[in-house]
């Protein structure tokens, strides 16, 4: 029996953890060459795992919801006995595909009998892992048959492994299937918040795919209040987890019971990580102005009117006028490095990569359009749905997730009317956009009602002072106050 062991490898982007979000695979399944494995889930996406090696599942490292470190073992898989031959294929699903792709093959069996070793080496790799198409796991021979060679004694031997290797097949094919397929960290969340057992979620997606909408409906399902004159179904028996978030102990400081204790791990936990180092390294300072947005709003109307499928959004016409004010105030969408004697350097760049602020299911992220200078409105109107998709559905990774030289904060999306916001570290400035709202506002000495909104810039007093900023600010202002006049120079 030869065993490698496989290491979580890296995921890009300096990134030196993940959380162990499920196993695609367990104990004894036969697993080919880059088939998926396990789905893991890092501060910038979720992401599915592909095994390097050939053979049977020996030992799974890790439990679900367990964070594991950059190159700490993550699975073993028997790849053969001590004469080269290949571990038997056993173990698992329709003898040895993987419970994943068995769900995707459905009841189709011509294409559950496609998922074969024939096709190793799809060339899925991760940062150093992986093998090219036609890689070199090669075929697998079948176990050797008891009585091929060795006389009677390995004869009794091998018939004495088949007989174990026949029974371990069995409890195999007859032990319980894993849980449905879920792919989405999102709905996978979603179900956890309802108190949804996913487990008892029938999917509706391809191969029984469970998807937001099953989630949902499920939840309403429950809801419902039972039939009279019909018992209500027992609660299943609570499991470890949430038997973990009953109230177990009183907090000595406050006297309340705890109800819950949650690790920080993820998202939630690079969040706070970025936040805090903002706020300690950077001496940052805020200034605002409130701005009538009327014209603006209107000229939105107008295009949309005339072209409803292409009309950029309020966010790229405001998205195209920050860029226009970076023109002319590169100073706020550069980076200070600091060097190895403790010196320290403004870093400016040759264009901008524009970060927004997204609200997902995980948590706030921040996209980010590459080369956002050399697009007009309309381009960056696509980008930013593009992109937010992306981010809300958990499939943005860390090329869309990172990189960003200035950022932009539409918190008017949640009601509020202004913001001090945090510095997207290591950037120097962030822009933020309060709601479009009534309110009186005084035009050409007569009392009006107009489309008002508040702007709020928070910049890195290291690069730049409160005249650039206030410049920057001024400039981005009153174009949302005389958008046809900028509009005419972009």
Same mark, same amino acid.
């Given at each position: 029996? @030869? %065993?490698?062991?496989?290491?979580?490898?890296?995921?890009?982007?300096?990134?030196?953890?993940?959380?162990?979000?499920?196993?695609?695979?367990?104990?004894?399944?036969?697993?080919?060459?880059?088939?998926?494995?396990?789905?893991?889930?890092?501060? !910038?996406?979720?992401?599915?795992?592909?095994?390097?090696?050939?053979?049977?599942?020996?030992?799974?490292?890790?439990?679900?919801?367990?964070?594991?470190?950059?190159?700490?073992?993550?699975?073993?898989?028997?790849?053969?006995?001590?004469?080269?031959?290949?571990?038997?294929?056993?173990?698992?699903?329709?003898?040895?595909?993987?419970?994943?792709?068995?769900?995707?093959?459905?009841?189709?069996?011509?294409?559950?009998?496609?998922?074969?070793?024939?096709?190793?080496?799809?060339?899925?790799?991760?940062? /150093?892992?992986?093998?090219?198409?036609?890689?070199?796991?090669?075929?697998?021979?079948?176990?050797?048959?008891?009585?091929?060679?060795?006389?009677?004694?390995?004869?009794?031997?091998?018939?004495?492994?088949?007989?174990?290797?026949?029974?371990?097949?069995?409890?195999?094919?007859?032990?319980?299937?894993?849980?449905?397929?879920?792919?989405?960290? &999102?709905?996978? !969340?979603?179900?956890?918040?309802?108190? &949804?057992? &996913?487990?008892?979620?029938?999917?509706?997606?391809?191969?029984?795919?469970?998807?937001?909408?099953? *989630?949902? =409906?499920?939840?309403?399902?429950?809801?419902?209040?039972?039939?009279?004159?019909?018992?209500?179904?027992?609660?299943? =028996?609570?499991?470890?987890?949430?038997?973990?978030?009953?109230?177990?102990? %009183?907090?000595?400081?406050?006297?309340? /019971?705890? =109800?819950?204790?949650?690790?920080? @791990?993820?998202?939630?936990?690079?969040?706070?990580?970025?936040?805090?180092?903002?706020?300690?390294?950077?001496?940052?300072?805020?200034?605002?102005?409130? *701005?009538?947005?009327? !014209?603006?709003?209107?000229?939105?109307?107008?295009?949309?009117?005339?072209?409803?499928?292409?009309?950029?959004?309020?966010?790229?016409?405001?998205?195209?006028?920050?860029?226009?004010?970076?023109?002319?105030?590169?100073?706020?969408?550069?980076?200070?490095?600091?060097?190895?004697?403790?010196?320290?350097?403004?870093?400016?760049?040759? /264009?901008?990569?524009?970060?927004?602020?997204?609200?997902?299911?995980?948590?706030?992220? %921040?996209?980010?359009?590459?080369?956002?200078?050399?697009?007009?409105? +309309?381009?960056?109107?696509?980008?930013? +749905?593009?992109?937010?998709?992306? =981010?809300?559905?958990?499939?943005?990774?860390?090329?869309?997730?990172?990189?960003?030289?200035?950022?932009?904060?539409?918190?008017?999306?949640?009601?509020?009317?202004?913001?001090?916001?945090?510095?997207?570290?290591?950037?120097?400035?962030?822009?933020?956009?309060?709601? &479009?709202?009534?309110?009186?506002?005084?035009?050409?000495?007569?009392?009006?009602?107009? !489309?008002?909104?508040?702007?709020?810039?928070?910049?890195?007093?290291?690069?730049?002072?409160?005249?650039?900023?206030? /410049?920057?600010?001024?400039?981005?202002?009153?174009?949302?106050?005389?958008?046809?006049?900028?509009?005419?120079?972009?």
């Amino acid at each position: 029996m @030869t %065993v490698k062991t496989f290491t979580l490898p890296d995921l890009g982007e300096g990134l030196t953890e993940a959380e162990l979000v499920s196993w695609l695979v367990r104990v004894g399944d036969t697993v080919a060459v880059d088939q998926p494995i396990a789905e893991v889930e890092t501060a !910038k996406s979720a992401v599915e795992v592909p095994c390097p090696f050939a053979g049977t599942v020996h030992q799974l490292h890790g439990d679900s919801g367990q964070t594991l470190d950059v190159g700490a073992p993550l699975i073993s898989v028997d790849t053969g006995d001590r004469d080269g031959t290949p571990a038997p294929q056993g173990g698992g699903p329709k003898g040895g595909q993987s419970y994943r792709e068995e769900e995707r093959a459905g009841a189709d069996p011509a294409a559950a009998a496609g998922a074969s070793d024939d096709d190793a080496g799809s060339g899925s790799v991760l940062i /150093g892992y992986g093998t090219p198409a036609g890689g070199a796991a090669g075929r697998r021979r079948r176990p050797k048959r008891a009585g091929s060679a060795g006389g009677p004694a390995a004869a009794a031997q091998g018939a004495a492994q088949a007989a174990a290797a026949d029974a371990a097949h069995d409890a195999m094919a007859s032990a319980p299937r894993l849980a449905p397929t879920v792919v989405s960290p &999102i709905v996978r !969340k979603l179900a956890k918040d309802r108190g &949804i057992d &996913i487990s008892t979620v029938r999917g509706s997606g391809p191969g029984g795919l469970v998807l937001r909408r099953d *989630v949902v =409906a499920a939840a309403d399902a429950a809801a419902e209040p039972a039939p009279q004159g019909t018992a209500a179904p027992s609660s299943p =028996a609570p499991t470890p987890e949430r038997s973990a978030q009953e109230p177990s102990a %009183v907090d000595a400081r406050t006297g309340l /019971g705890v =109800a819950e204790r949650l690790p920080v @791990t993820g998202i939630r936990k690079a969040i706070g990580q970025a936040m805090t180092r903002s706020r300690s390294e950077i001496p940052e300072a805020t200034v605002w102005v409130d *701005v009538d947005a009327t !014209k603006l709003v209107e000229l939105r109307a107008e295009l949309k009117a005339q072209d409803p499928e292409r009309a950029p959004g309020l966010m790229a016409l405001i998205a195209r006028f920050v860029l226009a004010g970076l023109a002319r105030h590169p100073e706020l969408a550069t980076r200070i490095e600091t060097l190895e004697d403790g010196s320290q350097q403004i870093v400016r760049f040759d /264009g901008v990569n524009l970060g927004f602020a997204a609200q997902t299911d995980r948590g706030l992220v %921040v996209p980010n359009i590459r080369g956002a200078h050399a697009l007009s409105a +309309r381009g960056l109107d696509a980008e930013l +749905r593009r992109l937010t998709e992306l =981010a809300r559905s958990g499939k943005a990774g860390p090329a869309e997730l990172s990189g960003s030289t200035f950022t932009l904060n539409n918190y008017g999306v949640f009601g509020t009317d202004g913001a001090a916001a945090i510095i997207n570290h290591p950037e120097v400035a962030i822009l933020g956009i309060g709601r &479009i709202i009534d309110r009186p506002w005084v035009v050409d000495g007569q009392l009006a009602v107009r !489309k008002v909104t508040q702007l709020s810039l928070a910049f890195d007093h290291r690069v730049c002072d409160g005249g650039a900023a206030g /410049g920057f600010l001024r400039m981005v202002a009153d174009a949302v106050e005389n958008p046809l006049s900028v509009l005419a120079d972009l």
